[in-house]
């Protein structure tokens, strides 16, 4: 189906950015598109049976993990123009992670020694897959870091500072001075899931945050104007 809508697709993937008209058009022809519906699960912890990387057209994806008790982690969430799937293709293990679908979803799908062989001709992909890759450890340790260190109230500053290093854009706020906005804001449910604790204790370090002007909550946006007060909440509580 390489036909230009999924060429289209294709562009908004960020790791294909630096590929050419013809690579793209290479590669159109060897993906399939399949809808989820909200909730629906993608990829299975441990599972192996589907052997594919998959590429974010159109919605939203959690990666999360679920500990003995069934409690689930969120490790991030992921939108349009991000992959996953690529740790299992790699390595050959059986999948680090599960996933799903947070927003009726639209996923390009290629299989895995589609990838393998692109990536063995296509040296600007191996280098964009090792940044993204490379910017997921480092979430990653932030992480691991602030769940073993950390407060509650550090852990929750320390994912909305993740999630601005992800996804956050530098606009001009209301008084003209510069902010950084969260387009379509993770649910407190999720930020708790993503901060190893609970949605009350989330809910409770958004008012103090609000209160004290560090954050504000805009519609589907969260608006952060002090971002150093972000670096400064683990010593808190
Ligand atoms: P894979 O292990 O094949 O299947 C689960 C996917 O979740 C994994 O590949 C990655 O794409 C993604 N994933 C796992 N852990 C993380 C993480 N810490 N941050 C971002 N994505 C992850």
């Excluded at 690529?86 to 947070?102: F, H, N, Q, T, Y």
Aim: proline share 2%; net charge negative; no cysteine.
């Amino acid at each position: 189906m390489a036909d230009k809508t999924v060429v289209d697709l294709l562009k908004g993937v960020d790791l294909f950015s630096e590929l050419k008209e013809d690579q793209l058009d290479q590669l159109a022809s060897l993906v399939i598109s399949k809808d989820f519906a909200r909730d629906e699960t993608i990829i299975l912890e441990k599972d192996e049976s589907v052997q594919a990387l998959f590429l974010i057209a159109e919605g939203d994806v959690k990666v999360y993990m679920t500990g003995s008790d069934g409690k689930e982690t969120i490790l991030t969430l992921l939108s349009r123009g991000d992959f996953f799937g690529e740790m299992s293709l790699i390595d050959g293990e059986p999948r680090s992670a599960s996933v799903k679908a947070v927003t009726p979803t639209k996923l390009l799908i290629i299989r895995r020694e589609h990838f393998l062989e692109l990536l063995k001709t296509t040296p600007e992909l191996a280098t964009g897959l090792l940044i993204q890759m490379s910017r997921r450890l480092r979430n990653a340790n932030r992480q691991i870091g602030s769940l073993a260190t950390m407060s509650v109230y550090g852990r929750v500053a320390g994912t909305i500072l993740s999630l601005v290093e992800d996804r956050g854009v530098r606009i001009h706020g209301n008084n003209g001075e510069m902010v950084t906005v969260i387009r379509n804001r993770p649910t407190q449910q999720q930020l708790a899931e993503m901060s190893g604790t609970t949605r009350e204790t989330v809910s409770r370090v958004f008012s103090s945050l609000v209160k004290n002007g560090t954050i504000s909550v805009m519609g589907k946006d969260l608006v952060i104007a002090e971002e150093s007060r972000l670096h400064e909440t683990d010593s808190k509580e």
